[in-house]
């Protein structure tokens, strides 16, 4: 039986043990990407989790009964989210890897909750997203065709810092639409659906 968000959300949270200073804890960017995740149906999905940290989004997903496949540059990283899924009994497949780097196949849905601040006031590598905040973005983007299935998405977290009208105009092969907001204190964050033009239907 498929759960409530809540419930999982909940189940996993207690689940979790204390989170290493080195791994980034679960925030706003986090929550909101739970809230897009939870408009979808990801039951029997194919679902890659890139930058997991602590596995919380791919966690939500298998005990969503998606097939989850769950990845983070970060070997810390990775042995957390290991732990916390043997504690909930649950299957995820865990790969270190720089971005798509060392992931095989070709996913259903992709999630990425990226390091998206600028490198001027980003503190670590966990939140560190380069010139603008947009170099992990830009990278990402370039690399998602070759790894979605035919009429899959990927749902990306962005920034206000990260300009996301730019993002949107220089990518014209994609559709972007909103998913999920929320406004904070000095910025405002946006969860993209990314999908290829070609596998829309017309
Ligand atoms: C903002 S955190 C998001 C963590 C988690 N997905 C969440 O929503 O709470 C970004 C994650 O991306 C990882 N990361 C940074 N650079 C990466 C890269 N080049 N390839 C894969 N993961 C990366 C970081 O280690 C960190 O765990």
Do not use: W
């Amino acid at each position: 039986m498929v759960q409530n968000s809540n419930e999982i959300l909940r189940k996993i949270l207690a689940a979790m043990r204390r989170v290493p200073p080195q791994v980034y804890a679960p925030g706003d960017d986090t929550f909101l990407m739970i809230d897009a995740i939870s408009t979808l149906s990801v039951e029997g999905k194919n679902v890659l989790d890139l930058g997991t940290g602590t596995g919380i989004l791919g966690l939500y997903c298998a005990l969503s009964n998606a097939h989850v496949t769950a990845s983070d540059i970060d070997e810390l990283a990775i042995r957390y989210a290991a732990d916390t899924a043997r504690l909930l009994s649950v299957e995820l497949k865990l790969i270190v890897s720089d971005l798509f780097s060392n992931i095989p196949g070709q996913f259903d849905l992709v999630l990425f909750n990226p390091p998206y601040l600028p490198s001027e006031g980003a503190h670590d590598g966990t939140v560190d997203g380069g010139s603008g905040g947009r170099d992990l973005i830009i990278r990402f983007l370039e690399e998602l065709p070759n790894h979605l299935q035919k009429d899959g998405s990927a749902l990306l977290l962005v920034s206000s810092l990260n300009s996301p009208n730019t993002l949107r105009n220089n990518y014209y092969s994609f559709e972007f639409s909103t998913v999920a907001k929320r406004a904070l204190f000095f910025e405002e964050l946006e969860v993209l659906r990314v999908r290829l033009r070609n596998d829309l239907s017309i």
